[in-house]
């Protein structure tokens, strides 16, 4: 399915090529969506930013171009207005075609450059530690970020790039035989490591020589030693497990979960063509790449004078691999905006090195409690498993409230979607480099820009739909279509501009730009079926708006599913 934005394009350049035979840029050609209907449907400022080249007056070339739009299919009437600009409105039988077409065939993206693979790099947390608030937006962005680029149909990795090879696994090694509580192990192992990781750090302080200990520990392992490996092995798959039960709760899912470790082979190889090309030297016995001042980035360490290698190198090492292994399109990596600059350092010695493939940085602020209740004295680790359970928990109390007489067995099931749902939600529906405040009470809303709103709406067309089936009426799908009230032509051509919004989203890794459309949607919906009856209305009008409001549920569907949350039919 073209966008309506293309088909309008091409039948304006199929206009100008009768007009300027000998005329051929037309990248300058764009037709967007007008905010205000008195500007009709669609426009162009085409004629004012190509009058130059073709050496015409703006309002000359746009008059021709409204007289070539006579007898065609799409555009009713073509209006001059202002300095140049032409003003579309399209034909209501067009519309309706267009319409009824939704969700036939996927969007047609083909315009744009698709080639390649597109590596998404989140989530990634640290391997014995909990996932914290962070990777939690990560996670949570990351995917959605996968899904917008798979939808559009790229050809998408999503990696989950786990911190599996630090420093901390020799204190771990250390910590596991001497202070390990072997039930408390059993019970929860994170926590149980976390513990000996922080009890390490505790006894390191009065006893210098557990710092060497950890030391000798962390090189066996990097040297291949058996035992430390066994133990290395273990800490990461009680790791997975945990995380394996919070991925599958919010429906995440990964391609690969290669993680530092993999990478390992090819530091040394990395050092060694940044010291033959001259990027890196050694100072101080460490082996480290100074930027030209220009760049205000601080000198990037990429092997320290143990020869151990830093997240840095780690990082290279990852790009050599991704460039070798998949023709790339772009690799995204989400993670806090604490990691920016870390990520400017990369970024600009790969530069260096001529990997030039497009890396984006996609850098995410704080999220805050607005209650206070997660945040542990401690610091900021926040079990992501009991917030997930308190959502669902809350989320229960609200739909027992709301829909008392659904079935309890359903109204688990609901409770789950909601709870999950409005917890990303919250998440994606926020401009991400903001902070975020985190309010059970606003997420878990049925008014505003919320999952439960936006889910609501949903489930509530999908019953006008089975009330109309049972009546026998069930929607047509060839139904005719009618714009006579303003609600339902604005809405048919809101509908339109989900594709758009979409793209935009890729375009600047930004998924609250689909949650604004979606409520937005919503809102448009709303107003239609406050002030339009449907199903009392005589039938070719009711069709018709049956079908309009199937499509409306079509695109929350679609739209919900590629943020990651996932609807009912009922709630
Ligand atoms: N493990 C890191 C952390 O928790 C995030 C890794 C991000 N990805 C990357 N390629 N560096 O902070």
């Not at 319409?99 to 989140?122: E, L, N, T």
């Not at 090309?277 to 004078?305: M, N, R, Y």
């Not at 739909?399 to 994606?428: F, W």
């Not at 309009?548 to 609807?567: A, H, M, Q, Y």
Request: with cysteine; aromatic share 12%; glycine share 8%.
């Amino acid at each position: 399915m073209r966008l309506m934005e293309k088909i309008l394009e091409a039948e304006l350049a199929g206009i100008l090529k009768k007009i300027y035979p000998d005329f051929s840029d037309f990248s300058k050609l764009f037709v967007q969506k007008t905010g205000d209907n008195k500007f009709g449907d669609y426009q162009t400022n085409f004629a004012m930013t190509t009058a130059k080249t073709l050496g015409r007056k703006p309002v000359e070339i746009a008059r021709e171009i409204a007289d070539g739009f006579a007898g065609s299919e799409a555009v009713e009437r073509a209006e001059v207005a202002g300095p140049g600009f032409l003003n579309l409105f399209l034909r209501a039988d067009f519309l309706g075609g267009y319409i009824r077409g939704i969700g036939a065939s996927p969007y047609d993206y083909s315009f744009v450059q698709r080639d390649g693979a597109v590596v998404v790099d989140y989530s990634s947390p640290n391997i014995a530690k909990r996932m914290h608030i962070g990777h939690l937006r990560s996670t949570v962005i990351g995917d959605a970020i996968k899904r917008i680029y798979r939808f559009m149909g790229y050809d998408v990795v999503g990696d989950n790039h786990l911190g599996d090879w630090g420093t901390q696994f020799g204190k771990l090694i250390v910590g596991y035989r001497n202070w390990l509580d072997r039930a408390a192990y059993e019970q929860s192992p994170i926590e149980e490591l976390e513990r000996i990781y922080v009890e390490f750090e505790r006894r390191s302080e009065n006893d210098p020589a557990l710092a060497e200990t950890a030391r000798v520990e962390l090189k066996k392992l990097q040297d291949g030693d058996p035992v430390n490996t066994g133990l290395w092995k273990e800490f990461i798959d009680l790791s997975l497990k945990e995380y394996g039960k919070i991925y599958t709760r919010m429906g995440v899912s990964f391609d690969t979960w290669y993680g530092e470790s993999f990478y390992h082979g090819l530091m040394p190889g990395v050092v060694k063509t940044l010291m033959d090309k001259g990027i890196a030297k050694v100072s101080e016995d460490a082996v480290v790449v100074f930027f030209d001042e220009s760049e205000h980035l601080p000198p990037c360490l990429v092997q320290k004078k143990d020869g151990a290698f830093l997240y840095a190198t780690s990082d290279l090492a990852c790009i050599k691999y991704r460039r070798e292994n998949y023709k790339l399109n772009r690799i995204i990596y989400v993670t806090d905006d604490r990691q920016s600059d870390h990520f400017r350092q990369v970024f600009r010695v790969s530069e260096l090195l001529g990997w030039n493939e497009p890396k984006s940085h996609v850098p995410f602020g704080f999220m805050k409690f607005a209650d206070g209740m997660f945040s542990t004295r401690k610091g900021n680790v926040i079990p992501l498993d009991s917030l997930l359970e308190e959502a669902v928990k809350r989320a229960r109390a609200v739909i027992d409230e709301k829909n008392p007489n659904l079935p309890e067995e359903e109204k688990d099931n609901v409770a789950e979607r909601v709870g999950v749902g409005a917890v990303k939600y919250a998440d994606l529906s926020k401009n991400r480099v903001s902070m975020v405040i985190f309010d059970w009470d606003k997420m878990l809303s049925f008014e505003g820009n919320t999952a439960p709103y936006l889910m609501y709406t949903y489930a509530r067309i999908r019953s006008m739909l089975r009330k109309a089936e049972d009546a026998g009426k069930a929607c047509r799908e060839d139904a005719e279509m009618f714009f006579t009230e303003d609600a339902e032509r604005s809405l048919a051509l809101l509908l339109t501009q989900f594709p758009v919004a979409v793209m935009k989203a890729a375009e600047t890794f930004s998924p609250n730009l689909i949650a604004d459309y979606l409520f937005e949607l919503c809102q448009g919906y709303n107003s239609f079926y406050n002030a339009l009856p449907v199903l009392k209305e005589k039938e070719s009008l009711m069709y018709s708006r049956l079908l309009l409001s199937e499509r409306v549920s079509r695109i929350l569907k679609t739209g919900l599913d590629i943020l990651g949350v996932e609807c009912v039919e009922r709630m």
